[in-house]
């Protein structure tokens, strides 16, 4: 597993636990708004299992789960082994997907690996391109949508949202993923994001978009 880095702590990212943050690199999307771009390659990983198995044996008991985030995990075939050696500590899985492995999610959850999945919906299925900048395969975000929907674990759909978007694009969103919770996460430019031309939305505008989208699913703003 191709171990990037690890935040030890955070009280934020599993949402109402405290959690350390696992990065994977690699991933299958080339999205223009990305903060971590350094995790597109695959690399040999900063940090070996060894030492990251060591860490997290120091934390039972003080902290309460794990973030698998990346990067896309699920483009790695031993994700599952990989979770399956956290949860024998005790530890509870978040998983963070950009929904492109349908399959690999689908066996996650029926094998109660994960405890809570958070999908990021990048755009407008029919606009998908415009953020990604790769042809991944729309009916593969779909099913993903439907496996974690139908679920019976914790989960959560979100967009960052910038100014390609338009609130024709976030309702569309907002349908697809109800009745589930959709959070619009605020874009804030920082050096890893290799499209210097994107800027966020007026607070103003996010907050009517929250409005809006809340018609059809339980919407908040979720500032980055």
């Given at each position: 597993m191709n171990i990037y880095d690890l935040n030890k702590l955070s009280l934020l990212d599993y949402p109402g636990k405290v959690s350390s943050i696992i990065f994977l690199s690699g991933c299958?999307?080339?999205?223009?708004?990305?903060y971590n771009s350094d995790l597109k390659v695959k690399s040999n990983g900063r940090i070996s299992e060894e030492e990251l198995f060591e860490f997290l044996k120091s934390r039972i008991g003080k902290i309460d789960g794990v973030v698998i985030t990346g990067g896309e995990p699920t483009i790695n075939n031993d994700l599952p082994e990989f979770i399956k050696k956290i949860k024998d500590l005790g530890f509870l899985v978040k998983l963070d997907t950009n929904g492109t492995n349908p399959k690999m999610i689908e066996y996650l959850i029926q094998n109660s690996l994960v405890d809570y999945i958070a999908m990021d919906i990048k755009n407008d299925p029919l606009k998908y391109k415009m953020v990604t900048n790769t042809?991944?395969?729309?009916?593969?975000?779909?099913?993903?949508v439907e496996?974690?929907?139908?679920?019976?674990?914790?989960?959560?759909?979100?967009?960052t949202v910038f100014n390609i978007h338009e609130l024709d694009d976030l309702i569309s969103i907002a349908k697809l993923v109800s009745p589930s919770r959709y959070f619009l996460q605020d874009f804030k430019m920082n050096d890893k994001v290799f499209d210097k031309n994107l800027f966020s939305k007026?607070?103003?505008?996010?907050?009517?978009?929250?409005?809006?989208?809340?018609?059809?699913?339980?919407?908040?703003?979720?500032?980055?």
């Open positions: 299958n999307m080339n999205c223009s708004y990305c042809n991944n395969n729309i009916d593969d975000i779909l099913l993903s496996l974690i929907k139908n679920s019976r674990i914790e989960h959560e759909f979100r967009t007026d607070s103003k505008i996010l907050e009517e978009y929250v409005i809006m989208c809340n018609k059809y699913t339980q919407t908040n703003l979720r500032k980055k």
